[in-house]
């Protein structure tokens, strides 16, 4: 590698919303990290549902796309 040019790669200690901490590798300068989900609580790999939620985004999505929004989408595609 070129000396100079490469931030320094370290461990950072990476603490979750949930709680949960390990550590990984990271280049961003800082010792801890913060995140809004790790492997221990993402749905994905809980299997359960959860919202993550910042601001009001589901009720917002809900109130644009939800009720009839979908229905019609799908008339249109039956009728085709
Ligand atoms: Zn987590």
């Known amino acids: 590698m070129k000396?100079?040019?490469h931030?320094?790669?370290k461990e950072v200690t990476?603490?979750?919303?949930?709680?949960a901490t390990f550590k990984t590798r990271s280049a961003?300068?800082?010792?801890?990290l913060q995140a809004d989900l790790c492997s221990s609580c993402h749905p994905f790999y809980t299997g359960k549902q959860k919202f993550v939620d910042t601001a009001g985004r589901v009720?917002?999505?809900n109130r644009k796309f939800g009720?009839?929004?979908f229905k019609k989408a799908d008339d249109k595609k039956a009728k085709k």
Do not use: L, N, R, S
């Not at 961003?28 to 801890?32: A, C, H, L, M």
């Open 67 to 69: 009720g009839e929004y």
């Open 3 to 5: 000396d100079k040019i």
């Open 59 to 61: 009720e917002k999505f």
């Open 14 to 19: 990476v603490t979750c919303a949930c709680g």
């Open 28 to 32: 961003i300068g800082k010792d801890t």
């Open 7 to 9: 931030p320094e790669y």
